[in-house]
Every structure is written in structure tokens, then in C-alpha cells.
């Protein structure tokens, strides 16, 4: 601040008060204002682009009105309120962290200027972190029925917060949240407890070879209690379909054909299993009539999985290798189809190895690009008044259809736009 | 614990929401309730206590300055590592708090030599960033993982040192867009090194997509000599490499759940939002993407040496990892 002299009385002891919002320069000594309505930059006062706030919120700062809570905020912690209780946490303890992680996440920068979309998931989203935090068998996908939101905008604020505010969440386990996702799936028929235990057994065998890792709950779940229904009554539904079984409006085709997926693997896993058991006849075991050896194949499922044979001994000594063959034998679907590679440096050669020579100094020169390359990307004079006739006759064509429209003075130079495509197109056009 | 998800005590009749419905509709009770979640304790960490109560919240450890990496002299060629380098490492790796990830020691060999000083005569089995017109020939390490992770995309800048007129720059090259009303900037693209540049009205320009660090400083060149024989008194200053992206394959099924379990501090796995396991390395300090089926992405390198180090630190861990739990 500038030093500053009365003018009423010559003293120097100015300062600055606010009268309301506004500003103003006192002289201590007489009362009189010397200044006010300062457009002058405080230092003290100088925000980032992201923390720009209002005169109101400039007055509450400075006032102290730690308890004032805006409008958006007060309706952002009651949807937290709407969604606990849709979620049935009655604890209010839970309620309360929900509420106080939704306005410390309100607060961060990259949420609190952002589109609406996401604001109006963070209330979802905090509920759900406060849920695993608690370890409740909570999916993500409970989330999104319940809030209609995108994956993708979920995802991109679950980031957020567990970034910003440094929060550790684990996901839960899929045989955690087994009884939660056949509730919301909504069958029309009941499991009986010798079901359900078969299915959880179902899920926990799906882990051990690899199907559920890294795949979203739901389908893997929906596949076994689809398999386990077919053979709780095999003879009236083996002819049933996956999407006469499993009919939810809300969740398209998608989830479906991925439904479809997990049915197949887990098939193909579980006809491998059937096989070697010793009373099966080899070709015995197709897809259709697999879920008929269910009960033996859980009933010997360690044995089988080890790939010992039932009646060995266990004097049987293997080697290491063998060992490994036996457990490497089911695989993540991704991996299946992998072609093997013969020696490690092969794939090491690439694109980065080719020696390059390059200038190190600040000047540019024509060696730094031969002119046989250098006329591939830089247009003649001709094209250039050709490119600029077409913007011409653009804007013209604009002014003409809509007289009133202000002229876009910063169209685009390109009359279409350019991909990788036409750059290597015009090389092949240029060496014919 | 502190509250059920569902109640079975709901009196009936009583009308409560249930998923998949919006606020407004309101069905009956349903029969079928889950069992309420154990009132067991919390997720265990397999973390040693002692290195729990050392160590600050997810992904902040503060480096052991005694173990901070010095600068090490590379030669390309150098095929042998000194025995006691490895030696030096297991120690290191027991140190808690040494910045790199907990839980393991004893790592087999790696090209690390932390605890030489500069002068000493350190070896190296991967180059570094090579000194100008050398060919890049990694070297398969003799020891350690086997595998060398590849380079896939290196984002680097630089400054032109001069105000551009980005609509003359699109109007006169002919792999040029500009479209101010998306991006304030002209990107521009040439063929070798297969490359994009971002150009800015303000002389800075952003260049990617190159798999060396010589192919995109060549880029980068090539990308201001065009600007230059366009009329602009473009130079080549403060070119630098801001991010380098690796990628490598492991050959072997990785349990994801078994790694987010024991290293739930640096790793973050959700697997209904992202296949992968996001895993937050703090020395260095590299994001390493590791899927099931054994592909590992690496990201937020400034050099190639800490991707490297980085597998090389991380491939230990990966194999325990492997069998079946």
C-alpha cells in the first residue's frame, strides 16, 4: 500500500477498513476517508484462477462466518441424507462422515469448478467410500443404479477423492457381495441355503482360475446362479436362454453379452474339471449337460484343480516343473490366446532402438529437416490462395444464410479437417 | 459394527426403497435380506507393524536420504554388475522407510547402486539417456528379471522463443489443424519420427508420441525448422522430456487381490471401474499399471533409468504374486 496523506488533516495513520463490502482508506487520527473503491491488486487478497470468489464470500471470510454453509452445499448433504437411507445405513455416525468427507471434497479444486454432471455424483460417491471404509459388501454398480450416473464420470471423481484427500479403499471380495447382487438382480425365483452355498463355492472356484480377476462382479455372479438354477431342475431347463433368465430393463444388451462371456468360461472350466474325473467317459461332458456334474465337481474340486489323480498316493514326488504346469493350466481368459514368443530380444527390438542422430544446439538449421521433407509440409503459394478462396467463399456463404450472425473471425484454417491419414496421402500423391 | 445394511427387524408393511428404483417409487420389504456385514475387525495388511507406524498415509513416504539414488555413470556396453551391488540392495530394501516399496528384501540382483558415491566406478546394465549420435542398443540385464520394459510414448517440450500467428501457421503448412473454438493450439503432425506437436501462439510447443528420446528431440526440431521456414524467428530453447511411458510383459498370470492386500498403501484396484491395478511407486516415483494377464504399464518417467528401476523393484513382487492363493 501506497504511503498515503490525509488530506484533512495531513496525518499519515491510514488505513484500511471495510465499510460493508466495500473498501475503504481511514485516516486514524480525524475519521475523514481519504480513498475508496480501490481496484488496486492486495497482495494478501490475490486469489488463484480456481479460488475466484464472490463479494459475499470475500465479506463471510473476513467476518469469521466459519458456519455459514451455501446453498449447493446444504442440498448436496442432504442427498447424502436420501441416499444413506435408500442404502439403509441407519447408523448416524456413518451418515455424519459421508456428509463431512461430501463438503471437504466440495472444497477441492478440480471438483469445485467442474460440470454438474460430476458434483451431482459426489454425493454417491462419498457414501460409498464411507461404506467401504466401514467394510460393507457394497458393489459400485449399487451406486449407479441408485444415481443414474456414467461409469466413467463415477470413476473420474472416485479418482479424485482418493487422490486428493489420500484415502485407502480396498474393493471388497466377490464372495462378499454375492447376497448383494442377487438382490438387485431381483430373480423371480428363491435360493435355498444348499444353493446359495453352492454358489458362493462356484464364485471361489471362478477366482482360483482366473475368471473374476479384474472383471466387474455382477456378470461373473449372474452367470453361476444362472448355471446353478439350470441344475437345480436340468430336465425342464436346460433349453432356457440367458436373456429369457436373467431380464433387467435398466441394464441393456451389454450386461447381457457379458453375462453370455462368463457363462462360456466358466463352462469350459468346468468341462475340464468334469473330465478328469475317473468316471467319466471321455466326450461324456458337453457344454449343454456340464451343469449336471456340478455336486462332483465342488465335491473333488481341490484334488481335481491340484490335477493329481484321485486315487494316487501322495508319495508321489513332481518336480518343480510340473508342479508349475498343473497350477499354470487355467489361465485369465487373456492370456489364452497369447502367441509364444521364442527368445526374450525380439521383443526388445523396436522402434527405440533405431539410432537417430540429432543437433543439440539452440540455432535451427536445414539439418534439421532435409528439404525433400520439408516440402511435404509447407504449401505452395497456389494452395494457399486456393485454401484461402474456400474460406472466403465460406464466410460469405455463412453471412448469407444468417445476415445477423456475428463473423466467426476465428474459423478454422482447414477447410476439412486433417487426419494422419491425408499427410500420408499427399507423399504417395506427390511421389506418383 | 455401526449399522446394517439391511434390517430384518423392518416392521412390515412399512415401505422401504430398494435398488435400482429412483427416490419417488416406493416397493414393500423385501424377504430375501443378506446377512449383515461382519462385525469383524477391518481388512488386514500383511505389513509388518513396525513399518505401519513408520510410514505416513498412502503414497506419501518421505525419501531415506540415505539411500537417495546418486548419480551414477553409465557406459552402454557394460554387461556385468558388481556382486556387492546387490549385496548393498537387500540391505537397503530392509531399511524401513527406504522409500521403496516395503515388504521385500533380498531382491536378486538389479541395476541399482545406491550406496556408491559419484566417483566410485558404478555399473550399469541399462544405459542411460545416451550422449548425442550414440545408437540405442539396451542391454539385456545378465541378472534380474530378464525383461526390459519398452518405451511406447515420451511427451517432451520446448520453447520457440518467439510470439506465433497460429492462423498463418495453419493457412501455410499443409499438416496443420486450428480450430480455436476446441484447442488454442495448431497440431501439427509429420510422418518420421511418427509424431504430434502442440504449438501454441505463445512459442511454447508440446511434442508426442515418440519411443526415444532422441527421436522426439528430432521431432521437436523438425516441428520449429517448419515454423521457422514459415517466417517466425522460431529457436530451440529448453527442450526437455516431461513424461516417458513404458509398457513389458511378465509371461505369468498376476493375483491382483493377493497384491492390493499386502500393498494397499502404494495400490489401488477396483475392479469394476478399471481392470487394472493401479500402483503408486514412490522411489522412484513412477505409476505402474499392472494387469492379470502379466502386462505392466509404466508411467511418469523423466528418464529411462527409473522406469527401469522401477521394474526391476516391482518384478520381485509380481512373482510372488503368481501361484494361486
Known amino acids: 500500500m501506497s504511503a498515503k496523506v490525509c488530506t484533512q488533516c495531513g496525518g499519515q495513520n491510514i488505513q484500511q477498513d471495510l465499510h460493508f463490502c466495500l473498501e475503504q482508506q481511514i485516516c486514524i487520527d480525524c475519521g475523514c476517508v481519504v480513498e475508496e473503491g480501490s481496484f488496486q491488486n492486495d497482495a494478501s487478497r490475490i486469489y488463484a484462477p480456481h479460488q475466484s470468489i464472490t463479494l459475499p464470500q470475500q465479506y463471510r471470510q473476513r467476518n469469521n462466518f466459519h458456519g455459514y454453509v451455501s446453498k449447493a452445499r446444504k442440498a448436496g448433504a442432504k442427498k447424502v441424507e436420501e441416499i444413506s437411507a435408500m442404502l439403509r445405513v441407519t447408523s448416524q455416525a456413518m451418515v455424519d462422515e459421508a456428509k463431512a468427507l461430501y463438503l471437504r471434497a466440495y472444497d477441492l479444486p478440480t471438483l469445485n469448478r467442474t460440470r454438474r454432471e460430476k458434483k451431482n455424483v459426489l454425493p454417491g460417491c462419498c457414501v460409498y467410500i464411507v461404506c467401504r471404509q466401514h467394510d460393507w459388501p457394497i458393489t459400485v454398480s449399487v451406486l449407479w443404479d441408485l444415481i443414474q450416473c456414467r461409469d466413467s464420470v463415477f470413476y473420474s471423481v472416485y479418482k479424485v477423492i482418493l487422490t486428493d484427500l489420500n484415502i485407502i479403499i480396498t474393493a471388497p471380495d466377490i464372495e462378499e457381495v454375492i447376497p448383494s447382487v442377487i438382490k438387485k438382480c431381483d430373480f423371480n425365483f428363491q435360493l435355498d441355503d444348499e444353493q446359495m ?46 436373456p429369457s433368465f436373467y431380464r433387467q430393463k435398466k441394464s441393456g444388451p451389454q450386461v447381457v453379452a457379458l453375462v453370455r462371456s462368463r457363462v462360456n468360461e466358466l463352462e469350459d472350466i468346468l468341462i475340464k474339471l468334469a473330465s478328469e474325473i475317473p468316471w467319466v467317459q471321455p466326450g461324456e461332458v458337453n457344454k449343454q449337460n456340464v451343469v449336471c456334474y456340478i455336486s462332483d465337481i465342488l465335491q473333488y474340486e481341490k484334488t481335481l484343480l491340484d490335477g493329481k489323480d484321485i486315487f494316487s498316493d501322495d508319495s508321489d514326488v513332481e518336480s518343480e516343473e510340473e508342479e508349475r504346469e498343473q497350477k499354470d493350466k487355467f489361465l485369465p481368459p487373456g492370456m489364452k490366446n497369447r502367441k509364444p514368443t521364442s527368445d526374450v530380444r525380439d521383443d526388445n527390438e523396436t522402434s527405440s532402438d533405431i539410432s537417430v542422430q540429432v543437433s543439440y544446439s539452440t540455432e535451427l538449421g536445414e539439418n534439421d529437416i532435409p528439404d525433400s521433407e520439408m516440402h511435404k509440409y509447407i504449401r505452395t503459394s497456389q494452395e494457399v490462395k486456393m485454401v484461402e478462396e474456400v474460406m472466403k467463399r465460406d464466410e460469405n456463404k455463412i453471412e448469407t444464410e444468417n445476415p445477423g450472425k456475428r463473423k466467426d473471425s476465428s474459423s478454422s484454417c482447414n477447410p476439412h479437417k486433417r487426419k494422419r491419414s491425408d499427410v500420408e496421402n499427399l507423399d504417395k500423391t506427390e511421389s506418383d | 459394527m455401526d449399522g446394517t445394511p439391511f434390517r430384518q427387524d423392518q416392521p412390515q408393511g412399512q415401505v422401504q426403497p430398494q435398488f435400482g428404483v429412483t427416490y419417488t417409487t416406493q416397493l414393500p420389504p423385501s424377504q430375501f435380506l443378506p446377512p449383515p456385514p461382519p462385525a469383524s475387525e477391518p ?33 552402454p556396453g557394460q554387461q556385468q554388475q558388481d556382486k556387492a551391488n546387490s549385496q548393498n540392495k537387500s540391505q537397503e530394501h530392509s531399511q524401513p522407510g527406504s522409500g521403496l516399496t516395503p515388504g521385500f528384501s533380498n531382491t536378486p540382483g538389479g541395476p541399482h547402486s545406491h550406496s556408491h558415491s559419484s566417483s566410485g566406478a558404478t555399473s550399469s546394465l541399462y ?16 541378472e534380474g528379471s530378464g525383461i526390459v520394459p519398452q518405451l511406447q510414448n515420451i511427451v517432451s517440450t520446448v520453447n520457440l522463443g518467439c510470439k506465433l500467428d497460429l492462423k498463418k501457421i495453419a493457412l501455410h503448412a499443409r499438416n496443420a489443424e486450428y480450430n480455436p473454438k476446441r484447442f488454442a493450439a495448431v497440431i501439427m503432425r509429420i510422418r518420421d519420427p511418427r509424431t504430434t506437436a502442440l504449438i501454441f501462439s505463445s512459442g511454447k510447443m508440446v511434442c508426442t508420441g515418440a519411443k526415444s528420446e532422441d527421436q522426439s528431440r528430432l521431432a521437436a526440431r523438425k516441428y520449429a525448422r517448419v515454423v521457422q521456414k514459415l517466417g517466425f524467428p522460431a529457436k530451440f530453447l529448453d527442450f ?63 528418464v529411462r533409468e527409473e522406469i527401469y528401476e522401477a521394474f526391476e523393484t516391482i518384478y520381485p513382487i509380481l512373482k510372488g504374486f503368481r501361484k494361486t492363493s
Not at chain 1, 437345480?232 to 436346460?238: E, F, G, L, N
Not at chain 2, 505401519?52 to 540415505?66: A, H, I, K
Not at chain 2, 491395478?277 to 494387469?291: A, E, G, S, T
Request: proline share 9%.
Open chain 2, 240 to 302: 526437455k522430456i516431461q513424461n516417458m511411458v513404458g509398457s513389458c510383459d511378465v509371461k505369468f498370470p498376476i493375483r491382483l487381490e493377493g497384491l492390493v492386500l499386502t500393498h494397499s498403501q502404494f495400490s489401488s484396484y477396483e475392479p469394476e471401474l478399471f481392470p487394472g491395478l493401479i500402483y503408486r511407486m514412490v522411489k522412484p516415483r513412477i505409476v505402474l499399471l499392472i494387469f492379470v494377464s502379466g502386462k505392466v504399464v509404466l508411467t511418469g518417467a523423466k
Open chain 2, 127 to 142: 544405459p542411460a539417456t545416451p550422449a548425442p549420435m550414440t545408437p540405442m542398443t539396451p542391454a539385456t540385464p545378465a
Open chain 1, 197 to 242: 452355498k453352492t454358489i458362493t463355492r462356484i464364485v471361489c472356484l471362478a477366482k482360483n482360475t482366473w475368471i473374476s480377476c479384474g472383471r466387474r462382479y455382477d456378470p461373473i455372479i449372474i452367470a453361476v446362479v444362472f448355471l446353478v438354477w439350470k441344475a437345480s431342475d436340468y430336465a425342464k431347463r436346460k433349453k432356457t436362454s440367458i
Open chain 2, 43 to 75: 481388512m488386514l495388511q500383511t505389513m509388518p507393524t513396525s513399518e505401519l507406524q513408520n510410514q505416513p498415509v498412502s503414497g506419501t513416504l518421505v525419501p531415506d536420504m540415505t539411500t537417495v539414488r546418486t548419480q551414477m555413470h553409465y557406459q
